[in-house]
């Protein structure tokens, strides 16, 4: 057995290792600083209780992204000095977001053990490759990311770290399955290299009617397409979709992880999932053949998804409602109930009225997914989503991809028992609109304005908060934009109280609130790596059943001049345009 000694290295502070709501992401070529991620790991080796750290278990992995296999390396020799017991990696490093917090929570190991946290490497929908972002991220024992407590006292360890721990055992082969030990001066120290997807199907396989979807995936009347985005969802999508449930491996596109993720941007979104989109009947140019009847996409570490039907998209605030919709009839998981839902504060109020009409606890959170890990770790809530095309439940601490495709798999298996062997299948479509007829349809959009200066949209938020004192003159100024725009009843910079730990979170965005239940929401986002990016969440409620099948842009251009002419956008940011419509 090799031994490893332990050293301990002087070190300075980097300027901004601040971990936003997913961590800390940054540019390859800032992490590749030498002592840039030791900073930050032994930072977080700091912030934990000894409990977590010595003698105890974590995971480490992540999205396979340019720059990982070194970290990861960087991290086990970090791991091993400050005591760690063992460090466990899933084969070639890859685990999903949503796998890792599987992992904790389900994994034992031989002896009986189970992991305390893990460093998840993710810059999750944000390119890879040596120019573009690598990230990291540290969860917790209950499988969820660090709270604001531990993040915060991350960061402060960062402004005054002085020195680092770091072993010298020879790199781990993390490309094939085993345990490789060593000796360090705390003793035994072990290396288990894994397979990245048995924990995370087997998880699956108790949530879901597998039997049920191999029916619908394998009738000739149903057809279906998967894009991976060339992220770590890949190697799930392959054995689940293809190994389990008897799909063709031609229904898989871009399902091999890359580190660079094929040159493309792996965000499952209209814009970015351009292969898929054209497959589905939705791009500029019709497709030669026929659309599959479903379809879906992932992002780089497998936690978001797009849920696309035949010539149809779903809007994420959508899906989330008509999966809660129809959580117990179709999904085994659920079929005693649901114990409440949550959405984000941006996303949409489809899930309010859902919630609402089925008589179940609501809760409306900041963004980021650590506020729902509170609620369902306290037992509140059940099914949760943001209009970031992030959707879970409460099976782990992470919104999870492949889950939500699995959850439509599951309702359109239920609608469809009767009709696979004749009769006309229910389609995507079918589901959405008949969900509107009954609910009313929340029109929506969101304009994202990238790397935007840093000063000039801190400006542009301060103006929208100092209207906010009057707002009769608010509606003054609206009426002068559109007078065809209801007025608004109450606007606010919204706060969050936790309703489990009493902690409150404030600055979450900037709200104008109307009359017919529409909305508008200004939030600076935590998840780009330089500059700023203001977000703009459009919402047009309407319940007239006549009035639910408008074409959305339509709908949604009076609140879409309301917004930018009430932001001044254009004098703040220069920008006469957003960088991305969603």
Known sequence: MVVFAVARKDTTPFDGQKPGTSGLRKKVTVFAQPNYLHNFVQSTFDALTADKVKGATIVVSGDGRYFSKDAIQIIIKMAAANGVRRVWVGQNGLLSTPAVSAVIRERVSADGAKASGAFI?????????????????????????????????????????????????????????????????????????????????????????????????????????????????????????????????????????????????????????????????????????????????????????????????????????????????????????????????????????????????????????????????????????????????????????????????????????????????????????????????????????????????????????NLQSSLADVNKIIQGIRSDVSKVAEADEFEYKDPVDGSISKHQGIRYLFQDGSRLVFRLSGTGSVGATIRVYIEQYEKDPAKTGRDSQDALAPLVEVALKLSKMQEFTGRSAPTVIT
């Open 121 to 465: 490497l993710t810059a999750s929908h944000n390119p890879g490759g040596p120019h573009e972002d690598f990230g990291i991220k540290y969860n917790m024992e209950n499988g969820g990311p660090a709270p604001e407590g531990i993040t915060d006292k991350i960061y402060e360890n960062t402004k005054t770290i002085k020195e680092y721990l770091i072993a010298d055992p020879p790199d781990v082969d993390i490309s094939t399955i085993g345990v490789t030990s060593f000796t360090g001066p705390e003793g035994q120290f072990d290396v288990d290299v894994f397979d990245s997807t048995t924990d995370y199907v087997k998880l699956m396989k108790s949530i879901f009617d597998f039997e049920s979807i191999q029916r619908l995936l394998t009738s000739p009347k149903f057809s279906f397409c998967y894009d991976a985005l060339h992220g770590v969802a890949g190697i799930y999508a392959t054995r689940i979709f293809v190994e389990e449930l008897g799909a063709d491996e031609s229904s898989l596109i871009n399902c091999i992880p890359k580190e660079d993720f094929g040159g493309g941007h792996p965000d499952p979104n209209l814009t970015y999932a351009k292969e898929l989109v054209a497959c589905m009947g939705l791009g500029k140019s019709s497709p030669q053949d026929e659309p599959p009847e479903f379809g879906a996409a992932a992002d780089g570490d497998a936690d978001r998804n797009m849920i696309l039907g035949k010539r149809f998209f779903v809007t994420p605030s959508d899906s989330v409602a008509i999966i809660a919709a129809n959580a117990v009839q179709s999904i085994p998981y659920f079929s005693s109930g649901l114990n409440g839902v949550a959405r984000s504060m941006p996303t949409s109020a489809a899930l309010d009225v859902v919630a609402k009409n089925l008589n179940l606890k609501f809760f409306e959170v900041p963004t980021g997914w650590k506020f729902f890990g509170n609620l369902m770790d306290a037992g509140v809530c059940s099914i949760c989503g943001e209009e970031s095309f992030g959707t879970g439940s409460d099976h782990i601490r992470e919104k999870d991809g492949i889950w939500a495709v699995l959850a439509w798999l599951s309702i359109l298996a239920y609608k469809n028992k009767d009709n696979l062997n004749g009769g006309k299948l229910v389609t995507v479509e079918d589901i959405v609109l008949q969900h509107w007829s009954t609910y009313g349809r929340h029109y929506y959009t969101r304009y994202d304005y990238e790397n935007v200066d840093a000063g000039a949209a801190k400006e542009l938020m301060a103006h929208l908060v």
